[in-house]
Structure formats: C-alpha cells, structure tokens
C-alpha cells in the first residue's frame, strides 16, 4: 500500500499550524465537523467543541486528530484552524467531511498531570487498521504501518494514534495491535473507525531521542561495537 511521504521534517515541523507546543495524548473531547472550507491547496476547517473552547485564545495551539493546528476564529461552541498543504497530505484530515467525529486535546500546560505521553502533534506516518476484534471487555485493533513508524515501536512502548496515547502490544513485520477499554473506544473516534479506515501516528519522542544520542556516541567512538556494557557506560542504561 502506498502511503507517500511517511515523515515531516524539521524544518517543517516548524513552518507547521502548531509550533512547538506539547500535548498528552488524552482526549479531552469529541469534536464535530461543522465544515470544511478547501482552498486551492489548503483547507480551513470549522469544528464544534464546547470543552475545547473554554479558555481558548487566538494563535493557541490544539491537536485535532494528533494534528498540531493553530487556532485562527473563535466562536461560543466552535473553533477553526487552518491546514496547510503539507499537513493534508501527509495526514488523514484531508479526507474529513461534515458531520465527522474527531478527537480534540488543547495544549499542554506546564501545571498539567501528564496522564499520557509527551506528544507533539506532528504526524510521522499514516496507518491503515487492518483488524478490530473484541477480547473479554476489550477491544484489539491491528493497525498496518509504514516501515518508518514500526522502526521506533516496541512492545509495551507508546504511539499516539489520532492524537490517542495508547500503549502498543505487540509490534509485527508489517503492523502492530493496541488493546482498547471500553471507556477510550466510547470517548475517541476509535470507537468509531471500521476497518480500512487510516489513523495518524506519531512515535513515542523519546525513541527518537535516544536514537540520535546512540547514533552521535556511535560516529564520536568510531564505529565501537554496541553492546548492554557500552549502553550502560554511557548512560543509556
């Protein structure tokens, strides 16, 4: 399955709707498409959220199906942000219509309990869910990812799927499987999706980090052989 592009840079990240703000990756609500305004290459989306709005200010950042976006009108009951084309295509808002249900969280305030995980809001691949199945009061969804997501996830790590913090159960070759209560399937649009249906994921930050600290030490040491000793010795363990 062709996904296109799986990863924003950067330097994109930073010309993106949202900035550099942080969100938990707890939805606070389920937001409703009021409408969908496209432009040539961009589109600027109207969506209901009386939770949301509460204290919400122009220019604030919230995450909209895990998408960072900046908030640019507000109203009693609504809010609308604008998406760019860099963001449309490499997300799956560009195939929200009115009347869809999506997952709403404001930014993250330095006072806040970090109930989830840290979650930046910028998107670095799209999946495909492949499987959804109940398991005694749960429910098990496998999701098909793009190789360069699956890369950073591990058994019992973090991914943040449509701005959801879940917990991964089990990564394959070509997929991974989360395991939902009833509470998150009735409170997100998880609850909502059928199967075929593609979902935006963001690895856990802290994979990535921990990559690149290993990757410098590796070029600084010359090529040293990795092992749990070199790991331990040098803080990663």
Do not use: W
Request: with cysteine.
């Amino acid at each position: 399955m062709d996904y296109g592009p799986s990863t924003i840079t950067i330097d994109d990240r930073r010309k993106n709707e949202g900035g550099d703000y942080l969100f938990t990756g707890l939805v606070e609500e389920l937001g409703t498409i009021k409408a969908v305004y496209n432009g040539t290459d961009s589109s600027r989306l109207k969506i209901a959220g009386r939770v949301v709005v509460e204290g919400l200010k122009l220019g604030d950042s919230i995450a909209v199906n895990g998408v960072c976006l900046t908030v640019v009108d507000i109203n009693k009951d609504d809010f609308q942000a604008q998406v760019m084309a860099e963001t449309l295509k490499k997300t799956n808002l560009r195939e929200l219509q009115i009347g869809n249900k999506v997952n709403l969280e404001r930014a993250l305030r330095m006072s806040d309990r970090l109930g989830g995980h840290l979650v930046s809001g910028h998107v670095d691949g799209v999946g495909r869910i492949i499987e959804k199945k109940r398991h005694d009061i749960a429910i098990v969804i496998r999701i098909e990812a793009p190789e360069t997501v699956l890369y950073y996830l591990i058994n019992k790590g973090s991914v943040a799927i449509d701005g959801i913090s879940l917990t991964v159960v089990e990564v394959g070759s070509k997929d991974f499987t989360i395991s939902l209560i009833p509470h998150t399937m009735s409170l997100t649009t998880l609850g909502l999706k059928n199967v075929g249906e593609m979902v935006n994921l963001e690895v856990d930050m802290l994979a990535r980090y921990v990559e690149s600290f290993v990757n410098k030490k590796i070029v600084k040491d010359k090529g040293k052989d990795i092992s749990v000793e070199f790991l331990a010795a040098n803080g990663f363990l």
